[in-house]
């Protein structure tokens, strides 16, 4: 989210939401989110090549009906998840499958909800064979299969090879496949992600190796119907990375789809589940410098000023959890001819790693930005993939507020979390 070129979202109406819902709060472009949906859909519009929406992303209601609405099928990895999608409008059942459930066990509700509403279910680890088989499912099943190969953005999302947890190893393929056969289902998805890499080379490496992959294995399964190539688009966070060519990603899936309804003798439908790509660069977290302090330079290091504001990784965990890079603007300061100068951003929260700039290794990366002020407005940028669908409640503080605006018009989509909120599901019942 850019407020200098966002219509409607400069910097006098970010400070009247502030106003009015407080800090920190997230901030949604709905017209960037629809803009990114319709691409993708545009660019995958065929009966044969099918976008879907890793909803963990983020799971907001209006960007729930912006998939249903251009025909973007959901990823889900819960019960609730599933749920959710359901109350937003999406179809149960197998044909088409609207929604797909991809995850490495059952929990919860999980397996319940899957029964009742006939959802399609991606199987990551051989034991949710049984479990589905005896649980009065009676409809096909999906195989995630981890080829070997492929890693996340960073270190900790591994999505392939052999530090990967995703997925059934690709060796353990046939003994998987006849476990599934003598339960009485039947396979009519194949999947794997093999995640971002480090490099937009890689990625379309990959995306070529996952394709050969899937077509040596097509012949074996007659009631195939659809290959799920997982998401994992990269998405430049820092300025200057470079951009990835969707359009060339999706010739390539055009390509691998040609290939494998060949090598099957029928079409074969291609799915690419992006959730990062529709919505990371959608959102943005406001928060207020409530405070600057230093620390001196001394046998131990260098001495640092810290920012202090009101946002911590209870609202956006992932440069703590990553290291992940967020740009931040100082509101009303920063471009022009503003001096610039190292700060630490952090927030209030009794941990040494709530802090906003860090990098991969978890060491401090003082950010240059204009000088920030108690009262000043910062705006920390492409927050919406994994920002508040991650937030927590951590020190009992309440999640913020949600604010979409669309069109120019400002929607409050969830309000600030309360005491109440948070100890609602407590209880003494006896067991």
Known sequence: MDTRATPGVDRAAIERLAERVGTPFYLYDGDEIRRRVQHVRSLMNSPHLQPRYAMKACSARPVLDICLEHGVWLDTVSGNEVLRARRAGFEGGFDPPEILFTADVFRDDALRVIVENRILVTIGTPQMVPE??????????????????????????????PASKHGVWFEDEPELRRLIAECGLKVTLLHAHIGTGPEIAEFRTNIARLADFFCERVREYPDLEAVNF??????????????????????????????????????????????????????????????????????????????????????????????????????????????????????????????????????????????????????????????????????????????????????????????????????????
């Open 230 to 431: 997982g998401g994992g688009i990269p998405y430049p966070y820092r300025p200057g990375a470079p951009r990835i060519d969707l359009e060339e990603c999706v010739e390539q899936l055009r390509k691998a789809r040609t290939e494998l309804s060949a090598r099957a003798g029928r079409e074969i439908r291609v799915e690419m589940e992006p959730g990062r790509h529709y919505v990371a660069p959608g959102a943005g977290l406001v928060t207020r410098v409530r405070g600057r302090k230093t620390t001196r330079t001394n046998e131990r290091g260098p001495g640092h000023t810290f920012v202090m504001v009101d946002a911590g990784f209870c609202d956006l965990v992932r440069p703590a959890m990553y290291g992940s890079y967020h740009r931040i603007d100082v509101l009303g300061k920063t471009g022009g001819d503003a001096e610039l100068e190292p700060q630490v951003v952090a927030g209030p929260l009794c941990e040494s790693g709530d802090v906003f700039t860090r990098e991969s290794d978890e060491l401090l990366d003082p950010r240059s930005l204009p000088r920030a002020e108690a009262g000043d407005l910062l705006l920390i940028h492409d927050a919406g993939a994994y920002g508040y669908s991650m937030s927590s409640n951590y020190n009992s503080i309440g999640r913020p507020p949600q604010v979409w605006i669309e069109g120019g018009r400002a929607l409050l989509i969830t309000r600030r979390e309360t005491v109440e909120d948070i100890v609602r599901t407590e209880c003494a019942e006896e067991l």
């Open 132 to 161: 589905l088989a005896t649980s009065g499912f009676a409809g096909p099943v999906g195989i995630r299969l981890n080829p070997g190969f492929g890693h996340g953005h960073v270190k900790q999302c591994d999505t392939g090879g």
